[in-house]
């Protein structure tokens, strides 16, 4: 049973929109929020975390928005580019440092 | 030039051999992973380890083992016993104590 629930599982976005991602969990145990990008045939690689008690985080043209009260958090990615083409994972980790990770969403930006 | 290596990228066996797959680390992390990735699915953790000559079951053990003699190895053999042992494996690290988890390129296990 998965314990993060992650969508949609692909969109396509024109270059310069927003894509956006949401994944869900009911675990309140999970203290951190991690977003990993991989592209195909190779390791994901981390991307930004947030933890429970900030509500946002920025990094560059990615941001997660975190809603405690109802489980879930998503990634914004702002001015979409080419080579922003990729598979994203969301995932949650218990306070024993394992991580759970949603199904990933294959982002396909169109120039 | 720190990092995670896993070798090799591409491995092929026939059905009932087992198979190690490598994974080796020189960011001085304490903890390893190991995890499967399938089409359309996220990714399952198969064992970790916090610290040498200590391993746990992850959430899919069944038909794998590993060791953990060394602090910059941790190798997973693929057993006979796994049903369905094509997949892409990857393997992790973090420093102790930390959330981060670092990634490996990939082993891609092809069994026929």
């Known amino acids: 049973q998965q314990q993060v629930k992650q969508s949609p599982q692909s969109l396509i976005v024109q270059k310069g929109g927003i894509s956006i991602i949401n994944c869900a969990y009911e675990?309140?145990?999970?203290?951190?929020f991690p977003w990993y990008q991989q592209f195909p045939g190779k390791g994901p690689a981390l991307l930004i975390a947030i933890r429970p008690d900030v509500s946002e985080k920025k990094e560059g043209r990615f941001t997660i928005s975190f809603n405690k009260s109802a489980k879930q958090f998503s990634l914004h990615i702002m001015d979409s580019q080419p080579g922003d083409s990729a598979t994203y994972f969301c995932?949650?980790?218990?306070?024993?440092?394992?991580?759970?990770f949603g199904a990933g969403t294959t982002v396909t930006v169109r120039a | 030039d720190g990092g995670i290596t896993q070798s090799p990228k591409y491995l092929f066996r026939k059905e009932g051999q087992n198979v190690t797959l490598s994974c080796e680390q020189n960011?001085?992390?304490?903890?390893m992973y190991w995890y499967r990735q399938d089409p359309g699915q996220g990714l399952r953790l198969i064992y970790y380890s916090q610290i040498v000559n200590d391993f746990q079951k992850g959430d899919i053990a069944e038909g794998y083992s590993v060791s953990r003699e060394k602090k910059e190895s941790f190798p997973l053999t693929v057993t006979s016993a796994q049903k369905n042992p094509t997949a892409f494996y990857l393997c992790a690290s973090s420093p102790r104590d930390r959330d981060e988890q670092y990634f490996g390129p990939g082993t891609r296990l092809t069994v026929t």
């Open positions: 960011l001085n992390h304490d903890a």
């Open positions: 995932a949650a980790s218990n306070p024993d440092y394992k991580l759970s």
């Open positions: 675990n309140t145990a999970f203290d951190y």
